[in-house]
């Protein structure tokens, strides 16, 4: 008989290693070498933005004081100052991590909380729930393109419903071309005027996003975590239909601007056209992400589904949804604490980050534990097959 267990549902391809894989098995590069390089390259990346941002001090990303709750306790140039204290010695740690054979994941996990704590809450507020809104938002006429077209060539009983909405959307731009230039050209113009404030959101989030998967990956491997994960994934379902109502408030009262009855966006009669098209635009990203969230317990969250064109019917790669969801959910949950401490319980309300935030970890974690094949606390005994 071997030495070690062999779980009985052994980790799809791509699934990464279990602590019962085989000695002797090919193994892919573990995933806490590649989040190593993640946290390295974006704790640089971010200590160099803040070095820039503090040898000119009237560039302040953080002025706005809604923008973040590391502003509103530790303002102007101390905060950047601090950020970069934190990023740099994140560098040198993931560094010394890449050089160490033996990883030293006792080590791993204070660290990963300093950054968390820094980039995830600090770092973040307001601001970086607009700039991912409006960037989710412009990425819906992508998609729905590429989907059209897809569906178009996959599915010829739904051509002539893709061919009339298609035909009703141009019809909608070309008659609202003027309403549709203005607000393309705000959103554009906003971007290029706050370009330091999007990088100070955006690298950060990276940052805080690399080392919280560095932590759970070495809390992993230490065998910590696979007891929570078991629970995780048998409840995955509830916690995803949680995560998926998160955006609904926010969803609905942006559709509220198409409407006499605009909310929180004063009196309608002085709500003009590219504002209402913003409404829907940002509508339609909230209900992107509802669609996405629900991928994570529908059967085309793992097999790619007819329509997807070559790769259809192929296996999603857990990554493809772990790690978009996974940097979503860091970001709720570090902006959840400053909009109810700025802004109030009215904006938290139609926008949760408090619930939608740890709801979606908890989803994304269950699908994870869902794709790795875990579903019992403690390792399976050993399969017929694997005995002599």
Known sequence: MTSTSVPREVPRRGAGTDHGTAPGTPEAPPPDRRLAVAALVTSAATAALLGFLAARPGVDPFREDGNSLGHALLPGLPLTWLLLAVALFGAATAAVVLATRQQPQRAVVPVAVVEVLAFGLLAQGSGTLSVAGYLVALSVPVLA????????????????PVVLSAAAAVVGVIVA?????????????GFARERWGLLSVLLPLATASAWAGLALVAAWRRGSLRRATAWVTRHRTLFTVVAALGPLPYALVRLTWLTPWPAFAGP??????????????????????IVLTLGLILPWGERLPRWFGRRAGRPVPPAAAIVPGGIVAVMLCGAAVPMIVMMGWTAALYFPAWFWGPALALAVWGYAGHRYGVSSPEPSPPAPAARR
Not at 177 to 189: E, I, K, P, R
């Open 145 to 160: 393109v590429w989907a059209g077209v897809q569906v178009f060539r996959t599915h010829p009983a739904w051509r002539v």
């Open 177 to 189: 071309g003027d309403a549709f230039s203005t607000w393309l050209g705000g959103v554009a113009a």
């Open 268 to 289: 309608a009669e002085e709500l003009t056209l590219p504002v209402r098209i913003q409404g829907l635009s940002l509508s339609s990203g909230a209900w992107l992400g």
